[in-house]
């Protein structure tokens, strides 16, 4: 049984013990930063979940103390705030994962088992039930992009699927292929001077998508494995920066043409239009986007603010 440590004084620790211990957690609970330090000195935990805003010290606090003591648990943020607001510290940090509060169960469990064992972390059918069949799309050539976005959206709909919104998944696939054709073989120059691109004979991009009556479920894989957690949260960090900066100019009125740039936008609109997503990394291997929706959707599924969600495995 693996044990997790959760560092939370608010009542919404109790909910998050009973949903963990009933998917066979073992949970130890304290309420600040101190007392967690303490507790990993005594028990060997396998994950920490932790409130960003804590007592006294604050969780970056224990992260950073876990960085330096205990690198090799991996750890869980939460918070019921914009993460936008302190993205800064978890850029310096390097937290990969911060969900927002309430949590959705699901994606709560299928973090922490991918994070604590590091098995089964790529493929849509380790992150939902597929009852329907698995579609996939092979791209070699920058050409092919919006027609494979295009075909991928009008099957999820004969599918039954019912897409919120159709404009922003399309910017999102678009944004997110285009990446992987490109700067995961290498081609950010021609990217950035928008050249159409013919991938070399063995090298290519896929896509898999599939539709059952609760969820449909579409995948970005690259097998170069380039992207890494500290470049996902550098063009994050550097997207929030810009808006920042941004509005700061527009309530000055001053010229904003030097502060226009396209650096990141793919990584940060996946966290802010997507449902559930993951970001996968197997470094030199695979690189994959999931990204899961639900087929019908209701009001009040989304979020209020975005997450986070970095699975990164660096063994060789």
């Known amino acids: 049984m693996h044990k997790v440590l959760l560092v939370d004084f608010t009542d919404y620790k109790d909910e998050l013990k009973d949903l963990l211990e009933a998917n066979s957690y073992e949970v130890i609970i304290c309420e600040n930063a101190f007392d967690a330090m303490s507790k990993l000195k005594a028990y060997d935990f396998d994950l920490v979940i932790s409130e960003v805003e804590l007592p ?15 690198p090799y648990i991996p750890t869980i943020m939460m ?25 959705r169960e699901n994606e709560l469990i299928n973090l922490a088992a991918k994070l ?8 849509i059918s380790n992150f939902i039930k597929v009852t329907g069949p698995l579609r996939r ?7 092919q992009i919006q027609t494979a976005i295009n075909t991928l959206i009008d099957e999820l709909m004969d599918s039954g699927a019912e897409i919120a919104n159709k404009m922003a998944l399309n910017l999102v696939l678009n944004e997110l292929t285009i990446n992987a054709v490109y700067h995961s073989h290498g081609l950010t120059a021609e990217k950035e ?3 159409t691109v013919v991938l070399k004979e063995d090298e290519f991009v896929e896509i898999h998508f599939t539709c059952s009556e609760e969820k449909f479920a579409i995948a970005i894989t ?10 996902i949260l550098d063009s ?21 043409s030097g502060m226009i740039s396209e ?13 559930e997503y993951y970001f996968i990394i197997k470094k030199d291997y695979r690189t994959e986007v999931i990204l899961i929706f639900n087929s019908h959707p209701k009001p009040g599924d989304d979020s209020p603010f975005s997450s986070l969600k970095i699975i990164e495995d660096n063994a060789e």
């Open 222 to 231: 690259d097998y170069n494995g380039r992207l890494t957690k500290m470049r």
């Open 79 to 103: 918070t019921d705030k914009n993460l936008d607001n302190f993205f800064e510290d978890i850029f310096r940090e390097g937290i990969g994962n911060v969900l927002c509060k309430p949590v």
């Open 193 to 195: 001077m928008r050249q």
């Open 116 to 123: 604590i064992t590091k098995k089964d972390i790529f493929g």
């Open 137 to 143: 799309i092979r791209i070699s050539t920058s050409r």
């Open 56 to 70: 006294g010290d604050n969780s970056f606090d224990l992260y950073n103390y876990m960085t330096s003591n205990y």
């Open 263 to 275: 650096t990141g936008r793919g990584i940060d609109l996946v966290r802010k239009l997507a449902g």
């Open 236 to 256: 994050i960090n550097n997207v929030i920066t810009q808006e920042n900066l941004l509005s700061e100019a527009v309530e000055k009125g001053s010229d904003i």
